[in-house]
């Protein structure tokens, strides 16, 4: 059905990658791209709908005699974590992403590399671009996968209810199979800031960076620091040795599902830049201790800087970093039915300062919902006490494995076929957006897969070109045993 070399395959579908790495696709931002893939996909030949949250589902009719087929989903998700390297000048709402290309991985030059989920959007364009004989294909492109899932929560379910099979190409190993995944939720801590005229004689910035990062789902396990919790622990060590300093700014991270990888803080004070210096010294030597090889690149730089205009109140300072040293950031629990995989974790994933309002933006997962609904109410206690405001978003569901998924056989017996190799099994620790399809129709037969990428949600995404074509492959030749 593909009669292709795998350096063709390559070709074709970074060819279709390359045209989506050209538009800016912040999560909440993807008007653009939405009406990118609406062209591209009429132009295929497909009947396209773009409804009203900018989902994309567009319809490939059946091949001649191929009518009666069961209808298949390829889903996908247009929006991409945007974040970049320290010092790298790069506006997610306006800026393409730059590719660098060698013999094995597909980079970005200085940011990620939004593979998670593009490349599974180039897959399905290039295949349905290229497929001769088919049965009933479907395409569900969502919007806002990474941080609300407003696109799944948002899609109709009649796109879901009239369908057989959906392959979900939104995983991160060519070789594994998912066919579970964690549910989680959305927590905002908001509190309203009063600010004053600076005392301090001198003003510093304290700037944390050289930590590792990464997904807060697949590599909350690795032991990483996050970085916002980090420059915490610093300012309460300021304070219990007794030094008198005023709190005028303070922003970590990027986005809620990356841990942390940069935080800073700018404090004015009257102590001595050797004192501070001391402490901050002792806690770079804590984190080594707690991190070793993990994070062995960390660098708390400490400069002076302008006089910042205002300074906020002691107890606004004092509340933040109370409620960020409470915060559970990390791995939970391991799950007593899946040796070796998470079953719950918390990552606070960003501070960020508008005008007189922090936020930090928090995100549990589980695999078992009550946990998840237990962080819920933790949150709402801990941001009482604390003096914040928690803005809670609904929960998203837990994907539980089917065990009967036809189409799960059929995909491990063409990969092993294929590749002279079994295909692993697994549940992830991650949100994908399978949890809201099989809600919305327990009838679906759903598995999720990908190409290998690594470090995704950070500048040092990359992907593996030689996993596209098995990738490519797998997909078609398991549409064709579907469908015959």
């Not at 939405?34 to 709908?49: M, Q």
């Not at 309460?236 to 300093?245: H, M, T, V």
């Not at 939970?332 to 040796?339: D, F, H, L, N, T």
Request: with cysteine.
């Amino acid at each position: 059905m593909l009669d292709y070399s795998d350096e063709t395959i390559i070709d074709g579908v970074l060819a279709e990658f390359s045209q989506l790495a050209r538009i800016p696709r912040k999560s909440g931002h993807e008007k653009a791209v939405s009406d990118y893939l609406v062209k591209a996909f009429s132009d295929i030949g497909c009947e396209v709908h773009q409804d009203e949250v900018n989902n994309v589902i567009a319809d490939l009719p059946a091949t001649d005699g191929m009518e009666s087929a069961p209808k298949i989903i390829l889903q996908g998700h247009m929006d991409m974590v945007c974040v970049a390297d320290h010092g790298v000048s790069y506006d997610p709402l306006k800026d393409p992403i730059k590719l660098v290309r060698d013999e094995k991985f597909l980079s970005a030059d200085g940011t990620s590399l939004g593979a998670d989920d593009g490349i599974g959007i180039a897959e399905a364009l290039y295949i349905m671009k290229h497929l001769k004989s088919h049965g009933p294909l479907r395409a569900v492109i969502t919007v806002d996968e990474e941080q609300g899932m407003t696109g799944a929560v948002n899609l109709d379910s009649k796109y879901l209810l009239d369908a057989q099979y959906l392959i979900n190409c939104d995983s991160e190993n060519y070789d594994e199979l998912t066919v579970g995944s964690a549910g989680s939720v959305n927590i905002n801590f908001n509190r309203q800031l009063t600010f004053s005229a600076p005392q301090g004689d001198t003003a510093y910035k304290i700037h944390l960076k050289g930590l590792a990062g990464g997904h807060s789902g697949m590599e909350i396990n690795k032991g990483r620091g996050n970085a916002i919790r980090i420059m915490a622990m610093v300012l309460n060590a300021l304070d219990e040795a007794g030094i008198s300093y005023e709190l005028a700014y303070f922003t970590g991270g990027k986005a809620r599902n990356s841990i942390p990888a940069v935080a800073d803080v700018i404090i004015s004070t009257m102590a001595e830049a050797e004192v501070i210096q001391e402490i901050i010294d002792t806690e770079k030597e804590s984190c080594m201790d707690k991190y070793g090889d993990v994070e062995d690149g960390i660098e708390l730089v400490l400069s002076e800087v302008n006089m910042p205009e205002r300074v906020m109140s002691e107890e606004d300072r004092d509340s933040i970093i109370r409620i960020i040293i409470s915060l559970h950031s990390g791995v939970y629990a391991m799950s007593q039915v899946v040796p070796g995989l998470v079953e719950t974790s918390a990552n606070l994933g960003m501070v960020k300062m508008d005008d007189d309002v922090i936020t930090m933006a928090y995100l549990p997962r589980s695999s078992i919902d009550a946990k998840i609904s237990e962080f819920v109410l933790q949150a709402d206690i801990l941001a009482q006490m604390a003096g914040f405001t928690a803005v809670i978003s609904n929960q998203t569901p837990a994907w539980k494995e089917n065990r009967n998924s036809k189409l799960a056989k059929v995909m491990l017996e063409v990969f092993k076929e294929q590749n002279g190799m079994p295909m692993k099994v697994e549940t992830i620790h991650a949100g994908l957006e399978c949890g809201y399809h099989v809600m919305k129709n327990p009838q679906l037969d759903v598995v999720s897969i990908g190409v290998s990428t690594f470090d995704i949600h950070s500048p040092k995404e990359r992907l593996e070109l030689a996993t596209i074509p098995p990738q490519v492959k797998l997909i078609v030749e398991t549409m064709k045993r579907l469908t015959t």
